[in-house]
C-alpha cells in the first residue's frame, strides 16, 4: 500500500475545494494524503469541511496534513468509515518540498495489506521519533525539532462502527 499525496498548499481555498471534491470523486486509492491549510477550529482543512466531502468506496486512511486537522474534520471523518490522521496543533510544514514526514509514512505503510490503525499509528510515531533522533544526530536541530513536534501533535482517529 502507498499514500498517494496532494499537496494544495500553493492554491486559493475555492480551487483547493474544487481539487479535494474531485480527488474524492474519481479516488480508486486505499491511502490519501492532503496537504493543506486549516483554520484555528479545525473544522475545515484544504478548503472543505467533513459534509463537503464525497464518499469515496475505495478509500481506508485518509491523512489531513493541516493545522488542527484533528480537532475536528479528522473525527467526523472518521464516522464515515475512515481511518483518519490529523494532527492536534498548528504546525510547521516547509514552504515548497514535501514535509520529510510523508516519507517516513510511505515506509511505514508500504508493507501493509490491511490497515490496523492502532499499528499503523505507532509504526509512524516510532518512525517520525527515529527520523527525528537521527536529524539531530546530524546536526539538523530544526528539522529535528519540526519533525518530533510533528509527531507529538499526530492522532488517529479509527472507523466508527454503528452501534445496533
Not at 116 to 130: A, G, I, N, P, Q
Not at 133 to 158: D, W
Request: glycine share 4%.
Amino acid at each position: 500500500m502507498r499514500f498517494t499525496v496532494h499537496d494544495l498548499r500553493e492554491f486559493s481555498p475555492d480551487i483547493a475545494r474544487e481539487r479535494i471534491i474531485a480527488v474524492f470523486d474519481m479516488n480508486h486509492e486505499k491511502a490519501l494524503i492532503l496537504i493543506g491549510h486549516g483554520n484555528s477550529t479545525g473544522t475545515t482543512a484544504c478548503g472543505v469541511d467533513a459534509e463537503m466531502l464525497p464518499n469515496s468506496a475505495d478509500l481506508e486512511i485518509l491523512w489531513i496534513y493541516a493545522c488542527n486537522s484533528a480537532k475536528r474534520i479528522a473525527s467526523n471523518l472518521a464516522k464515515r468509515g475512515l481511518t483518519t490522521f490529523g494532527f492536534i496543533t498548528d504546525i510547521i510544514v516547509p514552504s515548497r518540498d514535501l514535509p520529510s514526514e510523508i516519507e517516513q509514512a510511505q515506509e511505514c505503510v508500504a508493507p501493509l495489506e490491511q490497515v490496523d490503525s492502532t499499528d499503523l499509528y505507532c509504526r509512524l510515531r516510532k518512525k517520525l521519533f527515529e527520523f527525528a533522533k537521527k536529524s539531530f544526530q546530524q546536526g539538523q536541530i530544526l528539522q529535528a525539532a519540526r519533525v518530533n513536534h510533528t509527531r507529538l501533535s499526530l492522532r488517529v482517529f479509527s472507523p466508527v462502527e454503528d452501534c445496533p
